[in-house]
């Protein structure tokens, strides 16, 4: 057994050293791809790096797997359990490929020259640079949208990279510290003790279920003086809240954030915040509004998405973008709307499917064989641009000619066969979400599946666990996030700050 565990462990070992790569080649058509999130990570992983000369541009240098994000500010799970080096995936692929840590500022679409500048904190002579591309492809996903609500930038807290989650982990811990502050005032307490979520879609809906259960698990035993007075609202512009679940999991859904304390303001819209205080709109049942204050310790801010900077100036700069809003506007094979040359995937596009990870992840596996396919085709056309060259000059005998015809008609009817690539399509395959409570809420395309899910709870919870842990990439973060799920049952999670 301890023979096969360490040829086990070596194998492992040696896979994260692989060596015989073949070199980066300038000399082939150069393809930029912006972003290491779902899109461009599924793309790489797809792409035959060998027929371009790749180069990567992400402001991070890992693979965040983001629907196990709202698990990490109370430590369900590690934040390095759901982070893939980007360099992992790269140094596995046949042909090497470039990765510059830095962010997309500017796309000359005229001149295909992209603009990139390293924005990390210890930063060499070298600042800003740019890329000459042949091909690009914007898979930089989006920024999170605050409409511009005076305040939330300011004291809000987003959930979207791993800097939001330790900022609300941080955040959590010190307001219930602040709360036991010696003297501090009844008011002062109980406004210090109220998480306030704001967005009613999964982002919010999970991460107010994953804080009632650090609360119930773990908080209330160890800060026993806090229990009566930390509460969790949930707020929502719209009349309900996940609107893409049916009623009935959405009543399901509201039951067990009733039963956890949890609650749910829903037609009240997020209007200003300041330091102390959220101030809502409130629609009443006889359609008028009401102002109030809303007294907060944390604030998270889980309102939707809107294009990154870099994406909405290019979209300004081509008239086919005009009607563009969540992204740039792509074709049935994911190329940008009036510009040759530049393909847009994931949260940066704007198709007719929701902007999800799943979607993310099938249009970047589609363009990763789009490209296989381009490569494919242009090694076939000078294949028989060879073959007829052959024909036309050389004089063959009729054996000879007889048989490069033959080929020339092969190679015709792979070409034909290759450049008969199909739109993208997307299979939507289901939605998940963590209710809380060990209970969570799935709506599944399998006629079978769907019925056996079709009421959510505890069976569709440890759905919803292996479902993620398969969609991990590697076996290095599926091993990690079962242990941190083995960790918090046998010894509850940490309450340091
Ligand atoms: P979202 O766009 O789904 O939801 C944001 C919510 O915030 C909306 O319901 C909106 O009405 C509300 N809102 C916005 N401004 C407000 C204001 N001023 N006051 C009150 N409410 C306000 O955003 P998300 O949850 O971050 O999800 C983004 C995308 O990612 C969606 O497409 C979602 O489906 C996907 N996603 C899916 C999962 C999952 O399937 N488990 C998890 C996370 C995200």
Not at 54 to 78: A, K, Q
Not at 446 to 471: E, I
Request: aromatic share 10%; glycine share 6%.
């Amino acid at each position: 057994a301890i023979v096969g565990a360490g040829a086990f462990a070596y194998v492992i070992y040696d896979d994260r050293h692989p060596e015989n790569q073949l070199p980066a080649d300038p000399s082939k058509k150069t393809l930029v791809v912006l972003g290491s999130g779902w899109a461009s990570t599924s793309l790489l992983k797809s792409l035959d790096t060998e027929n371009y000369n790749v180069v990567v541009v992400s402001p991070r240098n890992y693979f965040l797997f983001t629907p196990l994000l709202p698990s990490t500010p109370t430590g369900t799970i590690e934040l390095r359990s759901i982070m893939q080096p980007i360099r992992h995936i790269l140094r596995h692929k046949k042909a090497a490929v470039n990765f510059f840590e830095a962010e997309a500022t500017e796309i000359d679409h005229e001149n295909k020259i992209l603009k990139i500048r390293d924005n990390s904190d210890v930063t060499g002579d070298v600042k800003e640079n740019s890329i000459k591309y042949d091909y690009l492809v914007v898979g930089c996903g989006a920024e999170t949208q605050t409409f511009g609500i005076p305040g939330v930038e300011e004291f809000g807290c987003f959930l979207k990279e791993i800097w939001d989650a330790q900022k609300i982990r941080t955040r959590i811990m010190d307001c219930v510290e602040a709360a036991l502050f010696k003297d501090q005032t009844p008011e002062e307490k109980k406004r210090l003790l109220h998480t306030v979520v704001v967005g009613g879609g999964p982002t919010g809906i999970e991460f107010a279920a994953e804080l009632a259960d650090f609360l119930e698990e773990d908080l209330r035993r160890w800060y026993p003086e806090i229990k009566d007075d930390y509460q969790v609202t949930l707020i929502e512009a719209m009349t309900n809240v996940l609107p893409m679940f049916s009623k009935k999991l959405i009543q399901y859904t509201e039951d067990t954030f009733a039963e956890q304390n949890i609650t749910i303001h829903t037609k009240t819209m997020v209007k200003s915040v300041d330091e102390k205080y959220i101030s809502v709109s409130v629609t009443k049942p006889d359609g008028t509004s009401e102002l109030q204050k809303i007294p907060y310790g944390l604030l998270v801010w889980a309102g939707g998405n809107k294009p990154r900077k870099v994406v909405v100036d290019i979209m300004k700069k081509l008239p086919a973008q005009k009607n563009a809003r969540r992204g740039l506007s792509v074709n049935d094979y994911l190329v940008v709307e009036g510009c040759e040359g530049i393909w847009a995937l994931g949260d940066a596009s704007q198709t007719k499917y929701a902007p999800t990870a799943q979607v993310a992840a099938q249009q970047g596996a589609y363009l990763g064989r789009l490209f296989n396919s381009m490569a494919r085709t242009h090694s076939l056309e000078a294949d028989i641009a060879y073959l007829q060259s052959q024909l036309a000059v050389t004089p063959v005998d009729a054996p000879a000619r007889a048989g490069l015809e033959a080929e020339l008609e092969a190679v015709g009817k792979a070409l034909s066969r290759t450049k008969q690539m199909s739109p993208f399509h997307y299979s939507h395959q289901g939605s998940l979400a963590y209710i809380g409570s060990d209970k969570a809420i799935a709506d599944l395309q399998l006629p079978f599946m769907k019925d056996l899910f079709s009421s959510g709870g505890a069976a569709t919870y440890l759905f919803w666990r292996s479902a993620y842990v398969s969609n991990l990439f590697s076996l290095r973060n599926k091993t990690l996030v079962v242990f941190d799920w083995v960790k918090v049952k046998m010894f509850g999670r940490d309450v340091s700050r």
